[in-house]
């Protein structure tokens, strides 16, 4: 992600809505300090028209290039249309950049992580035949990754369509340890190594 923010600023150096006369500062983010990398003198012009106020737009877009964060006092109309056609994410806010910029940065980066999290698809088991199954939830647990061991695991025992099911893990998700003791099922471990765990997860087999 560019890290970069525009901001529409006033002339009281506070942020502006795009129909007050002002200037849009591009603020570039490095070694963890917001400073000004470009800026442009800015007054959006309705008694133009539609045809002239989407050109007006089409400039501020222009010269925000790779920026797609976009903040203003208020943005609403054709320039709300034409940054969001431009993929930029709209923020508005009142008050001075400084006070703004770590903070909707911070949300942008949250927002993309768990975007990310969202197009990863979540692993199930493995059918091994026989109402068998077989699953290694270490690489979960240890990587990450925004994917939970409840997210992978629990619609799958809540299903109940197994007869067996081994999970690999580095220790015993506690979740799961309520959930076999509240559903019935039985559970063997075993210390595969050092780090490892092996889970036999089966259902109670009623005896005549």
């Known amino acids: ?6 901001v ?3 002339r009281n150096g506070e942020t502006a809505t795009l129909y007050e006369q002002g200037k849009i500062v591009i603020y570039q983010r490095k070694q963890g300090s917001w400073n000004v990398h470009r800026e442009k003198d800015y007054s959006f012009k309705r008694e133009q028209g539609l045809p002239g106020m989407r050109k007006q737009m089409g400039e501020v877009v222009d010269f925000i290039g790779g920026c797609k964060i976009f903040v203003a006092g208020a943005i609403s109309g054709i320039p709300y249309y034409e940054l969001e056609k431009a993929g930029c994410s709209i923020w508005e806010f009142s008050g001075e950049p400084d006070d703004l910029l770590e903070y909707v940065w911070e949300k942008e980066e949250q927002a993309a992580l768990e975007k990310a999290v969202r197009l990863v698809a ?12 077989s699953i290694s939830i270490k690489e979960i647990q240890e ?9 992978v695991l ?3 025992l809540r299903q109940g369509d197994f007869y067996r099911l081994e999970v690999l893990c580095n220790h015993i998700p506690p979740w799961l ?3 076999i003791m509240g559903s019935g099922l039985t559970c063997e471990v075993e210390k595969v190594a050092t780090g490892e765990v092996r889970l036999v997860i089966g259902k109670k087999v009623c005896s005549a």
């Open 122 to 133: 979540v692993p199930g088991p493995v059918d091994m035949g026989n109402g068998c199954y």
């Open 8 to 10: 529409h600023v006033g």
């Open 1 to 6: 992600m560019l890290k970069e923010i525009a």
């Open 143 to 151: 990587a990450g990754t925004g994917i939970t061991t409840k997210q």
């Open 177 to 179: 340890k309520m959930e």
């Open 154 to 156: 629990l619609p799958f």
